[in-house]
């Protein structure tokens, strides 16, 4: 049995994941929020719900114990303290596997004319404060997997291209649902994309650039 815990549970991206992940009768979830009550529903034999702040490392080394991967799909100005709290917690637990949920853009590797706007964003936007979460995963000993995606869908489609961190990205979209499935994916072969950081978006299949790379 696997045992998972899901930090930031009552986001889209992390409902559709917990019902991915269940599909798999080895998982065991951990549902971790603010207010457990938003999932008191979804317990049952093979789902724990539990409160919890993220920024607080108590809570999180509490909400550890028995787990084997926390998976973070965490979101907010405060992110970078949550990183910060997330490692904390796993170093005093001794665990290793995390999946954490980013976004496009932190690194400056977004192309085109959507690039510059992502440039902007960096250079005290928003996405100075994911970067510097993600840098502090990365300065960690964890085995983690930092997950980029492109400007998410609520599509009911499973389609998606991973590149790696150094390398441009490549589109433009890409569907909650398909980074769910990469979740459940990584859940399932956990010496898979360790210390990497994967930008994932929609293929392009009908042969065209994207516009923003035009």
Do not use: C
Not at 170 to 187: F, H, M, P, Q
Request: zero cysteines.
């Amino acid at each position: 049995m696997t045992n998972v815990l899901v930090l930031g549970a009552n986001g889209k991206i992390a409902r559709l994941a917990t019902t991915q992940l269940l599909a798999d009768q080895n998982n065991h979830l951990t549902l971790f929020l603010r207010n457990s009550q938003r999932l008191a529903d979804a317990a049952s034999d093979r789902v724990e719900v539990v409160d919890g702040d993220a920024a607080n490392e108590a809570d999180l080394t509490a909400a550890m114990a028995g787990i084997d991967v926390v998976y973070a799909n965490l979101a907010g100005s405060n992110i970078e303290d949550e990183a910060k709290a997330v490692v904390a917690a796993m170093d005093a637990s001794g665990l290793k596997r995390l999946i954490w949920i980013s976004t496009l853009g932190i690194y400056d590797e977004v192309p085109g004319a959507f690039g510059q706007w992502n440039h902007q964003m960096l250079d005290g936007g928003y996405l100075q404060t994911y970067a510097a979460a993600a840098k502090v995963i990365e300065d960690s000993d964890l085995d983690y997997t930092i997950v980029r995606p492109a400007w998410l869908s609520n599509k009911n489609e499973v389609a998606y291209e991973t590149t790696q961190k150094g390398e441009p990205f490549k589109g433009t979209e890409v569907s909650r649902k398909s980074i769910a499935a990469l979740v459940a994916k990584l859940v399932a072969a956990p010496t898979k994309a360790i210390r990497e950081s994967l930008g994932v978006n929609k293929p392009n299949t009908d042969g065209d650039k994207p516009a923003w790379v035009k």
